[in-house]
């Protein structure tokens, strides 16, 4: 039930995540919106908890997997007790930081440092808990193992790499300041990636019911690519930070290597739409299909802005926020909401009525159209920026992209309104088996008392 | 066969390995940079603290509400730059909060900016491109001076 838990506060922390970036947006286009709340905070709230929630059902995901498909049982379930309660009290007093204005001032860790070390602990109990479960299977570990194995593995070095600016060796010198940060985030999210994409093989691979596709040459081909990528690809978004030019022309030879997956995304394409005509009844396939797509899409546009020529006008711009949020909306998202509804189909308790399942799909559906508008604004709002500038002041750049940026925040409503409108139904799931569960438990022990 | 573990660690080492190359090599000699004193690391210490980095970038790295702050001391030349951080940070406007800092704070802050200002310009504008679409700076510490040309 642990796995189940995790899901449940992740899928709170995007909720409230979603609804600090819709604020966050409307402070952005008319800054006395909420001035009592200062969009420093809302900035800091909406990044800590969407990236909270994609850590929390990735986590959620591998608790619940392990003791059901991989060994008899998890190796300790108080330890991932711990791991949750500990990642909960750092959450929770998170969130007091930020709204008392106490920060730690980083890009994407805003709050202050000391409240890393729960995380590093909480971290070190969940790879404890991993590593021990999956040393009880002593078969050749599928691709999705690997790659949650490696996400675990880096998450630990990348995070610690984020916090290297503590020492004044890296604090106290701008330009290896602003390359450790990168480095660090760019591989960071590379780490997740591992953990989330896991996820997704690890559904196809049962959905499909096909587990030689996980353990083929082609599978440790694409893993070993995307962890090659993950070490020596993150300079690409230093082609404008002044440093050795061997290390950006390195980067830029890494980044093209994902034409590989570009490349492979479009050979498989057919056989991924027949796959879909086959499973488009399973909740867990369409977004799994959906995620398909926007992986296309975004690795399209990762490899032009991977470009320098291309990189020099984008930089910097609401281009890059738009590879940004459509790795973590359409690809993480749309994968763990996979993830979610794959573990409700499997439930012994609770099924979704047809009704529930057909709102399910209408708010999929609004999720992705609204995502499409949301991520053209940006691109254009980005290209606007970073083509058209001729050297004017800031707020005349800003005023106009205006309408741009307008309807990037109108469509941000409707893509949390169909979010919420998933994860109000994944939630009523998700509790209602717990509660049977539990019911369960106690008749169960009530009988074994009386025998 | 390759073992896929060992593969694994290979790259885990080399992880290692490019790591500890690039913050030794690869970040260390660059031209143009001046000392972090105590006042700007103060500035440093500030910017943080309010979480500017929220709204503002340094090298595009940052929020998009106000501008990116790289260059900001040497906008326009002389000391307009300093002119229109000081009148922000002092009475805030166009988005930007007032925060109440005080004459030391804004000095700090200044000077802070002023220290990253001379690690480089962003974006760059004197460069060239090579056919296949990289670029090369004059900041870059390989770029060829004046006295090798």
């Known amino acids: ?451 | 066969m390759i073992n896929n573990r060992a593969i694994f660690f290979a790259l885990l080492i080399s992880y290692f390995i490019y790591t500890v190359y690039i913050f030794v090599d690869g970040t260390d000699s660059l031209p143009g940079m001046v000392a972090h004193n105590e006042e700007s690391k103060h500035g440093q210490e500030l910017f943080q603290k309010y979480n500017c980095i929220a709204c503002h970038q340094f090298y595009g790295l940052g929020g998009h509400m106000g501008p990116d702050l790289t260059n900001a001391m040497s906008y326009r030349g002389g000391n307009v730059g300093e002119l229109i951080a000081r009148a922000f940070l002092a009475n805030g406007g166009n988005g930007m909060p007032n925060y109440n800092l005080s004459e030391d704070e804004i000095s700090s802050l200044i000077a802070y900016l002023k220290f990253v200002d001379k690690t480089g310009t962003y974006p760059p504008k004197v460069y060239d491109m090579t056919w296949y679409g990289m670029i090369y700076q004059e900041d870059d510490p390989d770029w060829p001076s004046e006295d090798t040309e």
Request: charged fraction near 10%; avoid cysteine.
């Open chain 1, 1 to 451: 039930m642990i796995g189940l838990k995790f899901m449940k506060l992740g899928i709170i922390s995007l909720a409230i995540g979603m609804f600090f970036g819709v604020i966050g947006g409307f402070q952005f286009l008319f800054p006395e919106f909420l001035k009592e709340l200062l969009f420093t905070k809302t900035r800091a709230l909406h990044v800590s908890m969407v990236v909270s929630w994609i850590f929390l059902v990735a986590i959620g995901g591998i608790y619940y997997y392990l003791p059901r498909y991989t060994v008899n049982k998890l190796y300790s379930t108080k330890l991932a007790t711990w791991h949750y309660w500990l990642f909960l009290l750092t959450g929770i007093t998170v969130i007091a930081s930020y709204l008392s204005g106490k920060f730690g001032g980083r890009e994407y860790f805003a709050f202050p440092p000391i409240l890393s070390i729960p995380i590093f602990i909480s971290w070190i109990f969940f790879g404890f808990n991993f590593f021990k479960s999956m040393s009880l299977n002593l078969k050749p570990w599928p691709v999705y193992y690997w790659q949650w194995a490696t996400g675990i593995v880096y998450f630990f070095l990348t995070y610690t790499e984020a916090h290297l600016y503590l020492i004044p060796y890296f604090r106290e010198n701008m330009v290896r300041e602003i390359i450790v940060q990168w480095k660090s985030y760019g591989a960071l999210t590379g780490s997740w990636n591992m953990l989330v994409y896991g996820t997704a093989l690890f559904i196809a691979t049962k959905i499909g019911g096909n587990e030689k596709t996980a353990s083929s040459k082609m599978a440790f081909s694409l893993y070993f690519l995307g962890l090659f990528n993950l070490i020596f690809g993150w300079a690409h978004h230093t082609y404008l930070v002044p440093s050795d030019t061997w290390l950006r022309t390195f980067a830029y030879f890494v980044s093209m290597t994902e034409l590989y997956i570009f490349g492979k995304i479009i050979w498989d394409w057919r056989a991924s739409l027949s796959q879909y005509e086959i499973n488009r009844h399973n909740l867990a396939y369409r977004f799994l299909f959906s995620a398909d797509i926007w992986v296309f899409l975004n690795l399209g546009l990762a490899l032009i802005i991977s470009v320098p020529f291309f990189n020099f006008y984008t930089h910097g711009t609401h281009v890059i926020v738009a590879h940004a949020m459509g790795s973590t909306i359409g690809i993480n998202t749309m994968i763990l909401l996979a993830s979610i509804f794959y573990v409700i189909g499997n439930f012994k308790h609770v099924e979704l009525t047809d009704k529930q399942k057909k709102a399910v799909s209408h708010g999929l559906k609004l999720a992705n159209v609204s995502l499409a508008v949301f991520l053209i604004a940006l691109i254009i709002a980005g290209v606007g920026k970073g083509v058209f500038y001729t050297g004017e002041p800031y707020q005349v750049i800003i005023y106009n992209i205006r309408p741009f940026l307008m309807t990037f925040t109108l469509a941000g409503v409707t893509l949390m309104i169909g979010i919420w409108a998933i994860l109000w139904f994944a939630f009523k799931s998700l509790s209602q088996e717990i509660a049977k569960n539990h019911e369960s438990q106690e008749i169960n022990e009530a009988v074994n008392i009386k025998s």
